[in-house]
C-alpha cells in the first residue's frame, strides 16, 4: 500500500517495535475500559503484558511459531496499531488488537484483520474476548463476521487464558467471547480442502 | 529441510480451479518464506480418473506445510 496516501502497511512485529507498541497499549487500556473495568485489574494487564520486555519475548516467539501472528500497521514508518494472535494455551485466539487513540476509525483495525484471515487457512476457527460495554469494539467485531460464542467475566478471562493475575477483591466486568470462521477452501474456491500430509525424506 | 507430500481427494475440481489452487500453494510458500517460515513448493501430480491431486513441499517445520 501507499504509506502517503494514508494507507496503513501491515507487516510481521520485530522486537525493535516494543516499544512503540507498549506506549499504544499503556495508552489504549485505560482509554478504553476506563469505567468498564477495575483500575487494578487494568493496571495488572498493563505492568504484566505491555512492558517492552514483555512484548519483545511475545513477538519474538510468535516470529519462530507458524500458527502465531504479531503484526502491526505502520504509517508514515510509525506503529500505529497492533495485533497479536496465538494458538498457544486452548485454542487459536485474538488476545489483543489496539490502535494508536488519535487515528481510530480510519481503516487500521480492519486492514490488520484483513492481513491475518489472508494468512489463516480456510477452515480456520478462532475466538476473542470483548468487554460487553465495550460497545463500539463488539459492533466492530460484528461488521468482521464475529458471532457471540459465550458470555464470561472478563478479569477471569483475562487470568485463565493469558495467565495475568489480580489482587484479590477486583470486580467482575461482564464480556463476550465472540468467534470467526474463515470459510473452507471448498465453499470459498469450490475446492475441496481433505488433506493428508506425509513426510518423505 | 524435508520433503511432504500433501493428497488430496477432488472430487469434481475443475483446471482452473486446479491452477487456482496451484498459484495459491506457491504464493503461500513464497509469503511464508519471506516472512522466515522456510517452505517451497516443488510440483503437483492430478489422477483425473481418482480426483486425486499429491503436492511436493519442502520445509523446514511439517506443520507449516499443513497451514
Redesign the interface.
Known amino acids: 500500500m501507499d504509506q502517503s496516501a494514508g494507507s496503513p502497511v501491515v507487516r510481521?512485529a520485530e522486537p525493535a517495535d516494543a516499544s512503540g507498541i507498549a506506549a499504544i497499549g499503556r495508552e489504549a487500556l485505560p482509554r478504553t475500559f476506563g469505567g468498564m473495568v477495575d483500575p487494578a485489574v487494568l493496571h495488572s494487564i498493563v505492568d504484566q503484558s505491555y512492558s517492552v520486555e514483555a512484548l519483545e519475548a511475545c513477538i519474538a516467539r510468535c516470529?519462530?511459531t507458524?500458527?502465531a501472528h504479531f503484526l502491526v500497521a505502520e504509517l508514515d514508518r510509525r506503529v500505529v496499531g497492533f495485533l497479536h494472535y496465538d494458538c498457544a494455551g486452548e485454542g487459536p485466539e485474538l488476545h489483543r488488537i489496539y490502535i494508536d487513540s488519535s487515528l481510530l476509525r480510519r481503516g487500521i483495525g480492519s486492514a490488520l484483520l484483513a492481513e491475518l484471515h489472508a494468512r489463516l487457512?480456510h477452515g480456520t476457527s478462532y475466538i476473542l474476548m470483548v468487554i460487553a460495554a465495550n460497545v463500539p469494539a463488539v459492533n466492530f467485531y460484528r461488521r468482521h463476521g464475529f458471532v457471540v460464542d459465550a458470555h464470561v467475566d472478563g478479569p477471569t478471562y483475562m487470568s485463565e487464558h493469558m495467565g495475568v493475575t489480580y489482587p484479590q477483591g477486583t470486580q467482575p466486568a461482564p464480556a463476550l467471547v465472540m468467534r470467526f470462521t474463515k470459510p473452507s477452501?471448498s465453499e470459498a474456491?469450490?475446492?475441496?480442502?481433505?488433506?493428508?500430509?506425509?513426510?518423505?525424506? | 529441510m524435508s520433503v511432504y507430500l500433501v493428497d488430496r481427494t477432488l472430487p469434481g475440481i475443475t483446471m482452473e480451479q486446479l491452477a487456482a489452487a496451484q498459484k495459491a500453494a506457491i504464493e503461500t510458500s513464497e509469503r511464508f518464506s519471506s516472512e522466515g517460515k522456510q517452505v517451497r513448493y516443488i510440483r503437483s501430480t492430478y489422477v483425473p480418473a481418482e480426483a486425486h491431486c499429491m503436492c511436493l513441499f519442502e520445509a523446514a517445520d511439517p506443520q507449516v506445510v499443513k497451514v
Open positions: 510481521d516470529r519462530s507458524p500458527d487457512a477452501g474456491t469450490g475446492v475441496p480442502n481433505l488433506a493428508t500430509t506425509r513426510r518423505l525424506s
